[in-house]
């Protein structure tokens, strides 16, 4: 039988009501011929309310017992949750983080998980319980300490418990019809995704998408696990997050689940930067300069506009394509005087390296890697840019190469065989 993990967030859960109704739809889950395990948030604003408590009594409560805390918020709701679906006729039992096997590093606050041994709820499941398991609740196995993941932590639980119980899918429920084009509550013409790829998918949730939680996206792309985001409020088909095979991964025995993972560097020299200085820093300059650029068909990379301090004027700089130079400078000279900038500056030839993996977001421990490489082999960093995936800068052409061997060398990626290149020269 096909197990679905299903995850309920707190405004799901907020009061007696939803809690019924929330089991309603485990029931009928269950009576289509599913296993059914749960991940349940507390309920509507209980972890801010106890953060509140906290306060009221302490300025600097022990991290320990604010995870004892904060872990019962997500008890209560499955306890509920649990009786709710015996008053339906079906049973069902709930477990904390711990008893599911959540073992997570000794991080109060910001626990990271490490393993996930769910063999409690795999053996409920098999008994014909609906098993319930409270959300971003995990041990730490070194200090035998309950930990909590950090908040919205409960996405990353399901994900977890989906991809060690070999789920089919891990349906994430929310109070919005699943992924939209813009933040529904902001763009009220925004549409539902119906199917995303979980990189673009880290990506939006990278930048600010609220409906999943970062951590648990990442998870879910290494792990190959397919979600679906929907409302709990209606029976709506919601956005599909679909993994690419070639992005999961392996993880060596020991070795901890939730680790930014280094997938490797590469860098390119075809590119050349423009520098428009003295830009006022006025609405409507970037426009002034992209459009023209976008007419004539030039491909740009990374764009940087500095601060402009007093002067109130700015210099932009971007890439581009290096044979591209001579025409972008002269489209822009067409329109210096509707732009206002006062001079342009080109260098027809700049090296870009990148690294690239997953989990660098979370991990800023890998951009504090990246730069210090750098800063050691006293290679100047000229325009940076990052993304959930990559990490990349643009230095001298001159001493790319340099660049490449140092942060290789500083992400341990170093193999102790000297690479076979067998012909060509890798352009
Ligand atoms: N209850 C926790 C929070 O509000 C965890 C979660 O909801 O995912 O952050
Ligand atoms: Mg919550």
């Given at each position: 039988?096909?197990?679905?993990?299903?995850?309920?967030?707190?405004?799901?859960?907020?009061?007696?009501?939803?809690?019924?109704?929330?089991?309603?739809?485990?029931?009928?889950?269950?009576?289509?011929?599913?296993?059914?395990?749960?991940?349940?948030?507390?309920?509507?604003?209980?972890?801010?309310?106890?953060?509140?408590?906290?306060?009221?009594?302490?300025?600097?409560?022990?991290?320990?017992?604010?995870?004892?805390?904060?872990?019962?918020?997500?008890?209560?709701?499955?306890?509920?949750?649990?009786?709710?679906?015996?008053e339906l006729g079906e049973t069902a039992?709930?477990?904390?983080?711990?008893?599911?096997?959540?073992?997570?590093?000794?991080?109060?606050?910001?626990?990271?998980?490490?393993?996930?041994?769910?063999?409690?709820?795999?053996?409920?499941?098999?008994?014909?319980?609906?098993?319930?398991?409270?959300?971003f609740q995990g041990m730490s196995r070194e200090s035998k300490d309950i930990t909590t993941m950090g908040r919205g932590g409960s996405d990353t639980t399901a994900v977890a418990l989906a991809a060690a119980l070999d789920a089919e899918v891990c349906e994430i429920y929310t109070d919005v019809d699943g992924v939209f084009t813009a933040d529904p509550r902001v763009v009220k013409s925004a549409r539902k995704i119906d199917e995303i790829s979980s990189e673009d998918m880290l990506e939006m949730a990278a930048a600010g998408t609220k409906v999943l939680h970062l951590r648990s996206v990442e998870y879910a792309r290494r792990f190959g696990v397919k979600l679906h985001v929907r409302s709990s409020f209606s029976d709506k088909e919601g956005t599909w997050v679909i993994p690419?095979?070639?992005?999961?991964?392996?993880?060596?025995?020991?070795?901890?689940?939730?680790?930014?993972?280094?997938?490797?560097?590469a860098h390119e020299s075809s590119e050349g930067k423009l520098t428009i200085r003295g830009v006022p820093d006025a609405p409507g300059k970037a426009a002034a300069v992209f459009n023209p650029i976008a007419e004539a068909g030039i491909n740009i990379d990374m764009i940087v506009q500095d601060i402009s301090a007093e002067?109130?004027?700015?210099?932009?700089?971007f890439t581009l394509p290096g044979a591209d130079g001579d025409k972008a400078q002269r489209i822009l000279t067409e329109h210096q005087d509707e732009i206002g900038f006062e001079s342009l500056d080109f260098v027809p030839q700049v090296g870009k390296v990148s690294l690239i993996g997953g989990g660098m977001r979370n991990?800023?421990?890998?951009?504090?890697?990246?730069?210090?490489?750098?800063?050691?082999?006293?290679?100047?960093?000229?325009?940076?840019?990052t993304s959930e995936i990559r990490v990349s800068v643009i230095t001298d052409v001159e001493v790319m190469d340099k660049a490449v061997q140092a942060i290789h060398t500083a992400f341990g990626l170093d193999s102790d065989e000297e690479a076979k290149v067998y012909a060509g020269t890798g352009r």
């Open positions: 039988m096909s197990i679905i993990v299903q995850k309920y967030g707190g405004s799901s859960v907020q009061d007696a009501e939803s809690i019924k109704r929330v089991a309603r739809r485990i029931v009928d889950t269950k009576r289509a011929g599913h296993q059914v395990v749960v991940v349940v948030s507390a309920m509507g604003d209980t972890t801010d309310d106890l953060l509140d408590l906290a306060a009221d009594i302490s300025s600097a409560p022990p991290l320990r017992e604010m995870d004892i805390l904060l872990s019962s918020g997500e008890r209560m709701s499955m306890a509920l949750l649990a009786m709710a679906i015996h039992q709930s477990f904390t983080g711990s008893q599911a096997g959540m073992i997570t590093d000794a991080l109060h606050g910001r626990a990271r998980i490490i393993e996930v041994s769910p063999q409690r709820v795999q053996e409920a499941v098999d008994a014909g319980y609906v098993g319930i398991v409270a959300g690419d095979e070639t992005d999961t991964v392996t993880i060596k025995e020991g070795e901890p689940l939730e680790q930014p993972i280094i997938s490797g560097l002067t109130k004027k700015t210099n932009i700089s991990h800023p421990g890998v951009s504090a890697r990246f730069f210090s490489a750098l800063s050691e082999a006293g290679i100047n960093i000229e325009l940076i840019s």
